[in-house]
Nanobody
Framework: QVTLVESGGGLVQAGGSLRVSCLTA????????VTWFRQAPGKEREFVAG????????YYDDSVKGRFTISRNNAKNTLYLQMNSLKPEDTAVYYC?????????????????????WGQGTQVTVSS
């Protein structure tokens, strides 16, 4: 069993920066991928960035590429998302998710239904 707890959300002005964290508990094995999703009001949950837990390979949605950086600290069992040059359209609840079946996908899994563990989410609001 894996549990995920996000923290670090808040209110920031456009152009600012924020870092959200996801503390993981339980065994994150070498087949796991861990991903940040976000969901804005009235919209579907969407892929933001992901990382393979064993190798640290990273993947980004085009909308955040060059502005966001995903990383993990295996020793602290923590996933991070550093968000720079924030825009009002980045406003959403940010969720951390993990899949124990990351090795089964040919391409990095970007759909919520591919994930079997979820955190409760943390609100990020970017004011214009």
């Amino acid at each position: 069993q894996v549990t995920l707890v996000e923290s670090g959300g808040g209110l920031v002005q456009a152009g600012g920066s924020l870092r959200v964290s996801c503390l993981t508990a339980g065994r994150i094995g070498n087949t796991y991928v861990v991903t940040w999703f976000r969901q804005a009001p009235g919209k579907e949950r969407e892929f933001v960035a992901g990382i393979t837990w064993s190798d640290g390979d990273t993947y980004y949605d085009d909308s955040v590429k060059g502005r966001f950086t995903i990383s993990r600290n295996n020793a602290k069992n923590t996933l991070y998302l550093q968000m720079n040059s924030l825009k009002p359209e980045d406003t959403a609840v940010y969720y951390c998710a993990a899949s124990s079946n990351g090795d089964l996908f040919v391409e990095y899994p970007r759909l919520p239904r591919h994930y079997n563990y979820w955190g409760q989410g943390t609100q990020v609001t970017v004011s214009s």
